[in-house]
């Protein structure tokens, strides 16, 4: 399916957002201003864009302790993204959520989550909301190769299969969870998940997570089977994440070289890039453009994170309840 | 005002909920049962407690689901539906299983209204049988509710009559916030006046079954009969007590609890969960804060043992609180 | 009795105690097969079909179609069928039923004697709730006690909920009914109730007593209230005169509404408000408690007037003969130092300095502020402080401390002209001085009529800490104090 200039741009926009943004985390995160835990996304943009480009605001995706490129995808604002990393009262969950609960529902992100497998099994929730309100709706769980031994992972799967629910699952292999290869942890071999999934009895297919447009389309096809009544299926994408689990991680489970290459051979930009110029969709300027005006954004929401105020303290027993 | 007993009290909230709110769904092991059976009939359990009965014919599928057995994803399931536009109650067939669904309570529903800066409501309900006395043994008959008390975000409700069941009930479900609804399993078949119509009992006030002068006896779920029964013995003797229900754990209703040990400066906890961090400790604690100069004579509170729950039946009747330990910890407080 | 099968009521499920026989399938005689239908039997949940557990012939059926029976309880009995009658009732004698029961909320204690016919049978009443006032049940029960109708109130709790603290605060602000047999006097309050942190223990007390919380020091936590607060406040009080030791305020001294009832001889009912039912209650009890005994000196005070006038000029000051009277009475208590003693039951406190309790007539009554050490003030200091004590005390302004305590009282009734008087004792005081007015009199001198201003000061003594010889010490004294005033004023 052809993909229009504008959803080419668009698609560009949010894998270049999203790198520039976890980039730039990288550079500021040493710096000593953000505080707690954060993993950064980059060199697996065109997994979560590829998936959310199929998808609108009332569709639900579930994430991960890595979620920030997953918000950005589904479109949530990078100044207020920006501000609930440095823990400002600007942030868009306040300050009380950080890196690790980043959430706006409005754009039907339901937030990154810190437990590893937290998410499928809350996808499969939003999945029975959506087929008893009857609109088409999907939820689409953005899971890490991780979560692949999770039994929750594996309750929820098994239960959208036995309830036909309209829940994607993708599993995006970004080469380790945490400190371990899935080639030791996941037992069965490469496309164990799209095995695994297929034993639950859904139809599920695999493909490269640094090729935006295999993303694109395998998407489709799934969350168009979901929005038809055909029930839940499974992808796994494969890419090699950039940086560490946290930043902070020394990474010596990773050979040297293994990042410099990755960032070469394995960037999914690039090989937007090349593809759309390849094919005319786009020209490097536009490109270009893009680049330009991200970093500016990019700039701007740190500048402004910094300047931010922090949560008065009275914030610390707001919202434990609607009303208590 | 109708006589019916505590399940069925708790059937008749379910009932008008359902019948009010399309977005209200029930899901759970058995909740109808007979699912995939070579006989075909639904609702031939209707829930292991018989508390739903026909649903499966009155409300379909989609707003009555058999699950499998899959106690994560059940509570996760109902806390991504309730962040996505629907009220499901989920029920936890043992408060014994929340071991195999803490993480989604306590980390993911208890919390995501509060991650979330306050964007996030998740109206849900899991409702679950706890407590011991029908030698359920040690995986089956546990309380629970002290340890889901203790999280932040969590409501907690703990019925011990008919009318409180079926009050509680409506008001759990119209809740926006999440509730865990623990119905002791030896209070099914308890009978007692419950009113008409579908008000609710609103969360953190405390009932008093009792009044008198000379202590207070706060009691949790099916020891509120236990109290009442040891309180009842003391009127020979000229003892008259305070009973406060306090209804829901979370919140608690402080001030009635207070203002009680003011008025009587004793007080007896009743208590049937295990003594370590256990509610009934932690009235204990409040009141002994804020009350103490109220106190004329040490908190007598009264726990089953510290151990799981035993089998036999006369160890399990050695473990639980006994209307004779009530008795006798109110008349210690009178000496 | 070989092969004989009881037939009890079955335990299906966890929770079944007992089930109903709704069919009865089989007669006696018939021959049953294991297994074979038997009876249906219903539960609270569940109706099934009661199986045999033996093939053999139904000797007997003891339940009746409609029967509800407890788990274990015998139904029926099936036996070969060539067992006799006699077999079956031996069998059905013998019957055990093993079915184990849940643990229940019952009693194993003897039940309780039934109570001595003299004696209350208080039983914890069932709370009755009249259901539509949103209010904790403490807070019901207050109200029922003191006459509130709740349905006035605000609620401060919960939701909006009434509190007990609220019906309390309501009863303080007068908004008791007046019929109700607990209520507090309905005169109006004052607000003692309202922001004060009290408990309300404390509130209902001080209620009783008249005593401005906001007078009141707490000890309790984050400077709460407590009743014993309020108890100290009260009882430690100093001596007063006639008119009973409480501290009181302005506004609870007014006096409540009058009531006119029509008779031959009109009258005017007058309730009594705290300040006066407080006094009353304390003089009762001085005078029934208490053995007093009275001691009456003379005193020529004709020097002391002099010495009096040279004083002010001098100082600037405007002592009264009062001051002078103070100063004179703790020094005298200084050096009778046994007469500086309060009683308490077994326990006689004598103290170092003279604390002395001085009445300062107020609005509708008496209050009795403290002159701390008056042994080591001067009579100016003395005059100062006992106008700005005065002062403040018509403004209700005193503090605690300064109405608690003493070991001796002055009441001096000489401005309204009283020659001679004996004071009422404030316990735990041992003594009070009744001084009167200072008049001339013909008294005689060296065998010769003269003419002096004479003052008549009368001491009560509590006998039991206090004796004749001891009073008359103090007295000599104290009168020789006055009547050569220059140690009064070094």
């Known amino acids: 399916m052809q993909l229009s200039r504008e959803q080419l741009l668009q698609a560009y926009e949010r894998m270049k957002t999203i790198r520039e943004f976890e980039d730039r985390l990288h550079e500021e995160i040493p710096k000593g201003l953000i505080p707690g835990f954060t993993h ?108 692949c031994n999770s039994g929750p992972v594996f309750e929820a799967m098994n239960m959208a299969v036995v309830m036909n629910l309209p829940v994607i699952f993708m599993f995006e292999n970004n080469g380790y969870s945490e400190q371990t290869a899935p080639a030791y942890a996941v037992g069965g071999g490469k496309t164990t998940m799209t095995r695994r999934a297929e034993g639950f009895g859904m139809p599920a297919t695999s493909g490269d997570g640094t090729d935006f447009f295999e ?36 990474q010596r489970y990773r050979a040297d070289g293994e990042v410099e290459d990755a960032r070469e051979n394995l960037d999914c930009l690039k090989n937007f890039r090349a593809k759309v110029t390849e094919a005319a969709l786009l020209e490097d300027a536009d490109m270009d453009a893009i680049d330009a005006k991200v970093a500016t954004l990019i700039d701007e929401a740190v500048e402004e994170a910094i300047a931010a105020p922090f949560p008065e303290p009275e914030a610390v027993t707001q919202d434990v309840y609607i009303d208590y | 005002m109708p006589v019916m007993t505590y399940r069925e009290a708790v059937t008749e909230a379910l009932t008008i909920e359902m019948n009010r709110d399309e977005t209200v769904v029930i899901m759970g092991e058995d909740v109808a049962g007979g699912a995939g059976g070579s006989s075909g009939v639904r609702d031939n359990q209707s829930g292991i407690w018989g508390t739903y009965p026909q649903f499966h014919a009155k409300y379909g599928e989609n707003r009555f689901i058999d699950t499998p057995i899959s106690e994560a994803a059940i509570v996760a399931a109902a806390a991504g539906a309730a962040l996505t536009g629907l009220r499901p109650i989920a029920e936890i067939m043992f408060a014994d299983f929340m071991g195999y669904c803490l993480d989604q309570i306590q980390n993911q529903a208890a919390k995501f209204r509060y991650m979330f800066g306050g964007t996030a409501e998740t109206p849900m309900v899991v409702r679950t049988a706890y407590g011991a006395g029908l030698s359920a043994a040690a995986q089956h008959s546990q309380c629970m509710y002290s340890q889901i008390t203790h999280i932040p975000g969590i409501k907690v409700a703990v019925p011990s009559k008919p009318a409180d069941a079926k009050g509680l009930m409506l008001t759990a479900i119209r809740d926006n916030d999440p509730v865990i609804f623990f119905e002791h399993k030896a209070l099914m078949a308890a009978t007692g006046e419950v009113p008409e119509g579908d008000e609710g009992i609103p969360f953190g006030e405390a009932a008093m079954y009792r009044e008198g002068d000379d202590c207070t006896v706060v009691a949790i779920g099916r020891m509120v009969h236990f109290a009442e029964t040891a309180i009842d ?53 409040i009141v002994a804060s804020k009350a103490f100069s109220a106190l004329k ?14 089998f036999s039946p006369v160890l399990e009747q050695a473990y639980l609180p006994s209307v004779d330990e009530i008795t006798a910890a109110i008349r210690k407080t009178q000496d | 009795m ?65 029967d509800t029976k407890v788990i274990g309880e015998l139904l029926a009995i099936i036996g070969p069928a060539d067992a006799s009658d006699a077999d079956v009732d ?89 019929a109700a047999e607990e209520a507090p006097a309905a005169a109006p309050a004052p607000a003692a109730g309202g922001e004060v942190r009290a408990t309300p223990g404390a509130k209902r007390l001080a209620k009783e007593l008249g005593i401005d919380l906001a007078t009141v020091a707490g000890s309790g936590r984050g400077g709460r209230i407590s009743k014993e607060d309020v108890e100290a406040a009260a009882s430690g009080g100093g001596g007063a005169g006639s008119y009973g030791s409480t501290p009181v305020t302005a506004e609870a001294a007014l006096a409540a509404p009058a009531q006119v009832i029509p008779g031959d001889n009109a009258v005017t009912v007058e309730t009594m408000n705290n300040m006066r039912k407080t006094i009353a209650k304390r003089l009762t009890e001085s005078k029934q408690n208490v053995p007093h005994f009275y001691l009456t000196v003379d005193v020529e005070i004709d020097n002391l007037l002099a010495r009096r006038a040279k004083y002010n000029k001098a100082n600037g000051t405007k002592a009264s003969v009062n001051d002078f009277i103070i100063r004179a009475a703790g020094l005298a208590l200084k050096a009778v130092p046994k007469a500086n003693v309060q009683f308490h039951g077994d326990e006689l406190h004598y103290f170092e300095n003279a604390d002395i309790s001085i009445a300062v007539a107020i609005d509708g009554g008496l209050i009795t502020p403290i002159v701390r050490a008056a042994n080591l003030k001067s009579v100016a200091q003395i005059a100062d402080e006992v106008k700005d004590l005065a002062a403040r005390a018509r403004e209700n302004k005193l503090k605690l401390d300064e109405i608690q305590g003493g070991s001796f009282s002055i009441s001096n009734l000489g401005m309204f002209g009283i020659k001679h008087f004996d004071a009422v004792i404030n316990p735990p005081q041992g003594a009070i001085l009744a001084v009167g007015a200072g008049e001339e009199r013909l008294v005689a001198k060296n065998g010769a009529a003269a003419v002096a201003t004479v003052m008549t000061v009368t001491m009560s003594c509590d006998h039991r800490a206090i004796d004749g010889a001891l009073g008359a010490e103090f007295l000599a004294s104290f009168k020789e104090l006055l009547e050569e005033p220059l140690a009064l004023v070094i």
Request: a negative charge; proline letters at 5%.
């Open chain 1, 40 to 147: 950064l996304y980059s060199g697996q943009e065109a997994i979560a864009v590829g998936v959310c480009e199929n998808l609108t605001d009332a569709d639900a995706i579930t994430s991960t302790h890595r979620g920030h490129g997953h918000c950005i995808a589904k479109g949530v604002e990078v100044k207020p993204m920006m501000a609930e990393i440095y823990g400002r009262a600007t942030g868009c969950c306040n300050g009380k959520g950080g890196s690790m609960h980043i959430a706006d529902l409005s754009k039907g992100m339901l937030g990154a989550n810190g437990i590893v497998g937290g998410g499928p099994p809350l996808a499969t929730g939003a999945a029975i909301a959506f087929r008893n309100r009857g609109k088409g709706e999907v939820a689409v769980a953005l899971a890490g190769d991780g979560s």
């Open chain 1, 215 to 250: 993303v694109y389309e395998k998407t489709r096809e799934a969350v168009e089977r979901a929005r038809n009544g055909g029930g839940p299926s499974a992808l796994e994408f494969s890419c090699l994440r950039f940086f560490g689990h946290f930043e902070g991680d020394p």
């Open chain 2, 233 to 285: 013995s003391l009127a020979g003797e000229g003892i008259t007590c305070d009973l406060v229900d306090p209804r829901t754990t979370s919140p608690l209703d402080e001030e009635t609890i207070l203002e009680s040990v003011e008025h009587t400066g004793r007080l007896v906890v009743v208590d049937e969960s295990n003594p370590r961090c256990s509610v009934a400790s932690d009235i204990a604690g």
């Open chain 2, 297 to 310: 004579a040490p908190i007598e509170i009264i726990t089953s043992a510290h151990s799981p729950v035993p």
């Open chain 3, 2 to 66: 070989a092969d004989m099968t009881a037939v009890a009521m079955p335990k299906w499920g966890l929770e079944m105690t007992e089930g109903t026989v709704v069919k009865v399938h089989v007669a006696v005689g018939d021959e049953v097969t294991k297994g074979q239908t038997i009876m249906d039997i219903e539960t609270e949940k569940i109706a099934n079909e009661f199986e045999a557990e033996a093939s053999g012939v139904i000797k007997k059926i003891i339940v009746n179609e409609g």
């Open chain 3, 90 to 178: 031996e069998f059905e004698g013998s019957y055990v039923s093993v079915a184990v029961g849940r643990v229940e909320a019952t009693s194993t204690a003897a039940p309780a004697a039934a109570p001595a016919p003299a004696a209350p049978a208080a039983s914890s009443a069932p709370a009755s709730d009249d259901g539509s006032v949103k209010a904790s049940p403490p807070a019901k029960r207050l109200a029922r006690k003191l006459g509130v109708d709740i349905a006035q109130v605000t609620g401060t709790g919960r939701g909006g909920r009434i509190s007990a603290d609220d019906v309390q605060a309501f009863a303080d602000a007068g908004g008791a009914a007046p």
